[in-house]
């Protein structure tokens, strides 16, 4: 029995487990400090620790966040009760502070100036005032609120070149001392233009002039889509549809006059390379300058397409 007793104390003592035997945890100490200062979160066990602990515990997140600025208070039941719940409790034993104050560094940005800041950065890439019209302008739409932000910050637009009239979304990089992100804000920039609209009805192929139009400022952020602005000439232009007076005029109203009318006689050249051949031909289709119409050659009677070059003139390349 003393032999047999002897050799179980040595095993034991050699630290030689049996089959079944439960690992033996090893303690270890867990000293809060009164005050921790942390960035925006997460706080994990290490930030409120004095001292060093296990590896495994360490990284163990406590809260997830905090916005710059606040502060809140953690005492040794809610941290032992996260430790439980990670099962990470065994061995533990707690000391040092009874309540662990949590001091999130940085400032919150009121969104009011976050806002203004964003504003005044679009301000270069506005569209330039059109002669005589009102000052282009934007309005910007922030929602996101006051802006936490760790020492140091600024915003950039994600965006070069000239904003557009009317809403779209621009994207603003934010960095400060720590970290960075990207924000999305609606713009919605106002650009004032002279549209045209007619002051007596046409019918469909009527010419346009001067005399049809008035010309009126319009902001293109209102629904001004397809509008005829700039002022211009209307020589050679007609309408491509019935308009009632007052109508605004949009670009889909207005086509090319014809210069030749189907059925009207025409010249065709033909051209191969460097040889020219102009013959007689008939036009089977109205064409404007520039449009490929139907021609009869009255030489050949073929029917080919031919493109309008201008009054009673067709060519072919072949």
């Known amino acids: 029995m003393k032999i047999a007793l002897t050799t179980i104390l040595v095993l034991a003592a050699a630290g030689l487990a049996k089959p079944g035997d439960a690992a033996v945890p090893t303690p270890w100490r867990l000293t809060l400090a009164d005050t921790v200062e942390?960035?925006?979160?997460?706080?994990?066990?290490?930030?409120?620790?004095?001292?060093?602990?296990p590896a495994a515990a360490?990284?163990?997140?406590?809260?997830?966040?905090?916005?710059?600025?606040?502060?809140?208070?953690?005492?040794?039941?809610?941290?032992?009760?996260?430790?439980?719940?990670?099962?990470?409790?065994?061995?533990?034993?707690?000391?040092?502070?009874?309540?662990?104050?949590?001091?999130?560094?940085g400032r919150l940005v009121p969104g009011d100036q976050v806002r203004r800041l964003m504003t005044e950065a679009l301000q270069t890439m506005l569209p330039a005032?059109?002669?005589?019209?009102?000052?282009?302008?934007?309005?910007?739409?922030?929602?996101?609120?006051?802006?936490g932000c760790d020492g140091a910050w600024d915003l950039t637009p994600q965006f070069s070149g000239v904003l557009r009239p009317g809403r779209q979304t621009v994207r603003f990089r934010i960095t400060d001392a720590v970290r960075e992100w990207s924000v999305p804000v609606q713009v919605v920039v106002h650009h004032y233009a002279e549209a045209a609209r007619l002051v007596r009805g046409r019918n469909r192929g009527d010419t346009v002039s001067d005399r049809d139009i008035v010309w009126?400022?319009?902001?293109?952020?209102?629904?001004?889509?397809?509008?005829?602005?700039?002022?211009?000439?209307?020589?050679?232009?007609?309408?491509?549809?019935?308009?009632t007076a007052d109508a605004p005029l949009l670009e889909q109203d207005l086509r090319e006059a014809p210069v030749v009318l189907a059925g009207d006689p025409v010249e065709l050249k033909l051209a191969r390379?460097?040889?020219?051949?102009?013959?007689?031909?008939?036009?089977?289709?109205?064409?404007?300058?520039?449009?490929?119409?139907?021609?009869?050659?009255?030489?050949?009677?073929r029917l080919i397409n031919a493109r309008v070059a201008g009054p009673g003139l067709v060519e072919w390349r072949y």
């Open 38 to 53: 942390v960035a925006a979160g997460p706080v994990t066990i290490a930030d409120v620790a004095t001292g060093a602990v």
């Open 58 to 105: 360490a990284d163990l997140t406590l809260v997830a966040a905090g916005k710059p600025g606040t502060s809140l208070e953690l005492d040794r039941r809610t941290i032992l009760r996260q430790l439980v719940s990670a099962r990470m409790a065994a061995g533990v034993r707690l000391g040092g502070a009874d309540r662990v104050t949590v001091i999130f560094r």
């Open 129 to 147: 005032a059109e002669p005589g019209a009102p000052d282009t302008w934007l309005e910007l739409e922030y929602q996101g609120g006051d802006l």
């Open 216 to 243: 009126e400022w319009i902001d293109l952020a209102d629904g001004a889509k397809g509008r005829v602005t700039g002022r211009r000439s209307f020589a050679g232009l007609e309408v491509a549809r019935t308009l």
């Open 273 to 301: 390379g460097g040889v020219i051949v102009t013959v007689r031909g008939h036009a089977r289709r109205d064409g404007a300058r520039g449009q490929t119409i139907p021609v009869r050659n009255d030489l050949t009677g």
